[in-house]
């Protein structure tokens, strides 16, 4: 374990992750695990950074379990992640966006861990934002260790929630349900130092981001929505949005976290067994207690994203996220019950 204090590139004295766990007194077992997960970021920011020199650009043959190609760095990013978390004796179980079933761990393990080792896998060959989103549970005594009912957690039951994003600087934005904080990598120590503390989300935005070429396949109602978001000072909003996309959830997110607005991935009908895009375990989770950690708020289109009582491994749904009001408001064009 690295010390608690150290100088960055810019000669600050500043906090280390290890020191800010300490501080909030996040227990041995669970520190670990977070040291298993930031060191197999290090090394997948290390393989981003490297791009084409590292050879991991483009896609394999495969296709994961929900049908989508996989890339190169998905697959590497996957088996990182899984050699380092097995290897750590407090992982009991891991699900991965990657991985058809739950994988055991250690079963005595007091943890489990879902994860998606890569979001944003279409923006790999261009440079894009891309992320590792991960959630942490404690594991459930009376269920087996392969069984997928140790998942079957409402997010509120989340120890640990984060995401590393891999942009033009590596970050860490975490909580254990005391504040959402974000840290940035200082490649020429390896170490991720808090660089925002206690993040706040504005209340209020003119910012959206959803991706509009879907929106015949919306709800009458969430079209409405958006519409008056479009027609801004002309309509009944009375004032003017602007809309950004990065097609990489954890680079929207990141977005809303750091100076806030409202992210939606609707649902839609565009395919009946698929009525959701975003996975519930290790996209929407984990994402939810981070912007509710920041002052945020995170629904579905009927109910807050963390009390959902998960059914499956890598079922969907509907996210609608971001600053307080703008989600209240959102909620009401499409009717649901607050
Ligand atoms: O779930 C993966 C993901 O890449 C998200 O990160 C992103 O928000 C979404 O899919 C983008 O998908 P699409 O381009 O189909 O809207």
């Not at 084409?52 to 088996?79: C, F, M, P, R, Y």
């Not at 929505?225 to 809309?243: A, C, P, T, W």
């Not at 920041?294 to 579905?300: D, E, F, I, L, P």
Request: aromatic share 8%.
């Amino acid at each position: 374990m690295q010390s608690g204090f150290v100088f960055c590139t810019a000669g600050k004295f500043m906090i280390n992750l290890f020191q800010h766990l300490r501080d909030e007194t996040v227990e041995a077992p669970l520190v670990q695990l977070l040291e298993s997960v930031i060191n197999a970021s290090k090394e997948i920011a290390f393989r981003v950074r490297q791009g084409a020199l590292a050879g991991v650009l483009g896609s394999t043959q495969d296709e994961n379990i929900q049908g989508e190609t996989q890339k190169h760095l998905d697959v590497i990013s996957n088996q990182l992640l899984k050699d380092l978390l097995l290897a750590c004796p407090h992982v009991r179980a891991i699900a991965s966006e990657e991985e058809d079933t739950v994988v055991a761990g250690n079963t005595t393990g007091e943890f489990i861990i879902a994860f998606d080792p890569l979001d944003g896998s279409s923006n790999i060959d261009i440079n894009g934002q891309i992320g590792t989103i991960f959630s942490i549970y404690r594991a459930q005594q009376n269920i087996a260790a392969n069984d997928e009912a140790q998942f079957h957690q409402q997010g509120t039951q989340q120890a640990c929630a984060g995401y590393v994003l891999y942009g033009p600087s590596t970050l860490l934005v975490i909580t254990t349900g005391k504040g959402t904080h974000a840290f940035t990598l200082d490649a020429t120590q390896g170490t991720f130092l808090l660089t925002a503390k206690n993040i706040q989300i504005p209340v209020d935005t003119k910012e959206f981001a959803i991706n509009m070429s879907n929106q015949r396949f919306w709800s009458e109602n969430m079209r409405g929505y958006i519409n008056d978001l479009v027609l801004g000072e002309s309509g009944q909003r009375g004032k003017n949005f602007n809309m950004r996309w990065n097609a990489a959830m954890v680079g929207d997110v990141h977005r809303v976290i750091s100076r806030g607005g409202i992210f939606l991935y609707p649902s839609d009908n565009r395919n009946p067994k698929q009525p959701a895009k975003l996975r519930l375990l290790y996209e929407a989770n984990p994402m939810a207690l981070l912007i509710e950690n920041a002052g945020g708020k995170a629904w579905n289109e009927h109910q807050r994203i963390l009390d959902i009582q998960p059914q499956a491994l890598h079922e969907r749904v509907a996210v609608i996220l971001g600053s307080e009001n703008e989600v209240e408001t959102c909620l009401k064009y499409i009717g649901a019950k607050q």
